[in-house]
């Protein structure tokens, strides 16, 4: 079971391929229904009509406000947390109170268990204290790739433990990093699955090279997604699947096979035009897709589309923490759509994005129109989006002809 704030879908692709390769049958919420009903769905699915699975693998991806109604009732052999950011808040309370509820959710986990955890996340490298499964870490362990300090938008920046600020060797995204308490001397656990050596991709479009240290020795992985949040993510599900003791000898040609989960940084071809959808929900998604943005050569021009529903999230206060400044001198045009555009657009305004390239369209496909419009013929357009805009523009796109149904692919 993999569960956390950002990466649930990445990593259990990843996750399912390498097992696929070792010719394990897999059974795997792929689509990403990932709450209670979408889950037992799935299980219904791939059962007979006596209730048997004909699957070596039961593999789910779980958002972290349902896994501890999950657990109980399916007592994981592995538990994957990726990591833990603001998210939503208007569902979840603030990241403590998550943190809490996962925390307990392990500690009632079998000896046979083992708990996959993110060292390199502060919060997460602490749960399981008292738990009886077994603990791993995975993460990163290298000074190549990062920054001195964690950015603006961090959640945690102060010792869990005694409030104290924490010194960061270097930070990754968000408070991920090597990190130390001067006071108490909390610091990162022992790695069991390290990112050791990482080389990005300069033009934020992939492939990564990436040496990983495991019990079982040096794996060097060719990762075809860009950013460092998928080296996260292929290095968490190196470890998830040997902790549940796959052959790991494909694990390399099963990563490089990969693509992108729909709505991932997804490169989308609209005849002559490019279309690069993210779909983004808390400022550290929105950081990551804009350093990734940066980095391409082609004009920026963009589509920002926010639903405050239920499903998105009500609490759209999270919008005003993204660095969009960083990128604002390089925006040509931007169209604001959803039911959040008029403050996507009073923020754009705040960060020095001339008005004259700021319009609101609310209705999804004329937004569409409009912004490819604005890319003209042979240009690139950049969309990112809460959930429910990005299912509803895939459907579109896909009545379009330019991509497939998401459970296609």
Not at 3 to 32: C, E, L, P, W
Request: aromatic share 8%; with cysteine.
């Amino acid at each position: 079971m993999i569960t956390g704030s950002n990466g649930k879908t990445t990593t259990a692709r990843m996750t399912a391929i390498i097992a696929d390769f070792t010719g394990q049958r897999v059974s795997h919420n792929r689509t990403g229904s990932n709450m209670l009903q979408g889950v037992t769905s799935v299980a219904v699915n791939f059962a007979d009509m006596f209730g048997r699975l004909d699957s070596d693998v039961l593999l789910f991806e779980i958002d972290e406000g349902t896994i501890p109604l999950a657990v109980p009732e399916i007592q994981p052999d592995v538990v994957l947390i990726t990591n833990i950011f603001r998210d939503q808040l208007d569902r979840y309370g603030e990241l403590y109170s998550v943190a809490q509820a996962l925390n307990k959710m392990l500690e009632g986990l079998p000896e046979t268990s083992t708990i996959l955890l993110n060292g390199n996340d502060p919060q997460v490298a602490n749960f399981g204290q008292n738990a009886k499964a077994k603990r791993l870490f995975f993460g990163l362990e290298t000074t190549e790739i990062g920054t001195p300090v964690p950015e603006q938008s961090a959640d945690i920046i102060r010792c869990i433990h005694c409030q104290e600020d924490l010194h960061y060797e270097v930070a990754y995204m968000s408070h991920l990093g090597l990190y130390r308490c001067p006071n108490c001397g909390y610091t990162l656990p022992t790695l069991d699955f390290a990112a050791t050596s990482v080389q990005l991709s300069p033009d934020g479009e992939g492939p990564s090279h990436v040496k990983v240290r495991t019990p079982e020795g040096e794996i060097e992985l060719d990762i075809p997604l860009p950013g460092v949040h998928n080296v996260y993510n292929a290095v968490a599900a190196l470890g998830a699947t040997m902790a549940a003791g796959f052959d790991m000898s494909k694990a390399p040609a099963a990563i490089a096979s990969i693509r992108p989960a729909f709505g991932r940084l997804e490169k989308i071809q609209a005849g002559d035009q490019t279309i690069y959808l993210a779909f983004v929900k808390n400022p550290t998604s929105f950081n990551l897709m804009l350093r990734l943005i940066a980095q391409h050569s082609a004009e920026k021009h963009a589509l920002i589309v926010a639903s405050n529903t239920v499903v998105d999230g009500e609490d759209f206060a999270w919008l005003w923490d993204v660095d969009i400044e960083n990128i604002a001198p390089d925006i040509r045009d931007v169209v604001c759509s959803g039911g959040k555009a008029e403050e996507i657009a009073m923020r754009l305004k705040y960060a020095e994005i001339p008005t004259d390239k700021i319009s609101v369209i609310h209705e999804r496909e004329a937004a569409l129109d409009a912004a490819l419009k604005n890319a003209e013929p042979g240009g690139t357009l950049y969309i990112m989006a809460s959930y429910t805009p990005t299912h509803e523009l895939r459907r579109i796109m896909q009545k379009r002809g330019w991509v497939k149904h998401f459970w296609e692919e």
